[in-house]
């Protein structure tokens, strides 16, 4: 019992070693990923606004074009005269608002991709959190064992203990027997085989003695004789 309560502690040990090195893994893979989305959203954020500025001065230079377009009078269109080709100026404008346009499409698209990271950042949150309720309850069983290990112990010193005491005692006994039997073979008062006290001692049950108790210690005493 105590050769395998040791090896479940044990593979509980390692259990929990695996476990602390998961979240270790985790918390890392979360901090690098934080990290880059912070690093990613405020250079995106920085491109939206720089591509926002251009759209809108853009946005204003074309407004200020047609503005001029509608004027009719000859100073007007006088003024107007350097501007001979701005219909197609016109046309390169929308065609760079359009670009604009696309390139804060695929900036929208950047951010909404870091969003779905962060939720995968809030999955992994949620995960070190169940692997930590796990890790305690490993703990809390490692704690159990390990006290369950220590009674386990004592109740086998105790068990020694009393395996010793009772090896002890079946030597006094044991001594105590060799010694009864010496005094009766040597005696003075032991007769010849063939006399009546010795026949009359022999066929007669032994006396009842603290020395010929009738206990199970004194018979595995007596059969070793």
């Not at 046309?91 to 969003?115: F, P, R, Y």
């Not at 809030?122 to 890790?135: D, I, S």
Request: charged letters at 30%.
């Amino acid at each position: 019992m105590t050769v395998n309560h040791q090896a479940a502690i044990q593979e509980l040990r390692d259990m929990h070693n695996i476990t602390m090195a998961t979240l270790k893994a985790h918390e890392q893979q979360k901090m690098l990923l934080e990290e880059d989305f912070e690093k990613l959203r405020l250079s995106l954020q920085d491109q939206v606004d720089t591509l926002t500025f251009q759209n809108q001065s853009l946005r204003d230079k074309a407004k200020r074009f047609e503005e001029a377009l509608r004027r009719s009078t000859d100073e007007q269109i006088d003024a107007l005269a350097p501007y001979q080709h701005i219909e197609q100026d016109l046309k390169s404008l929308k065609e760079v608002v359009e670009m604009k346009n696309q390139q804060i499409h695929q900036q929208e698209k950047k951010i909404t991709d870091l969003e779905r990271v962060a939720q995968k950042n809030v999955f992994l949150e949620e995960r070190v959190q169940v692997l930590q309720q796990q890790n305690e309850d490993l703990k809390t069983r490692i704690e159990m064992n390990l006290a369950l290990s220590r009674q386990l112990s004592e109740e086998n010193a105790n068990l020694q203990d009393s395996v010793e005491k009772e090896s002890t005692e079946k030597k006094r006994l044991s001594r105590n027997n060799e010694e009864l039997l010496w005094r009766l073979q040597t005696s003075p008062l032991m007769s010849p085989a063939s006399s009546p006290l010795h026949r009359s001692f022999s066929t007669s049950p032994v006396p009842s003695s603290p020395f010929f108790s009738s206990s199970p210690r004194d018979k595995d005493c007596k059969s070793k004789y």
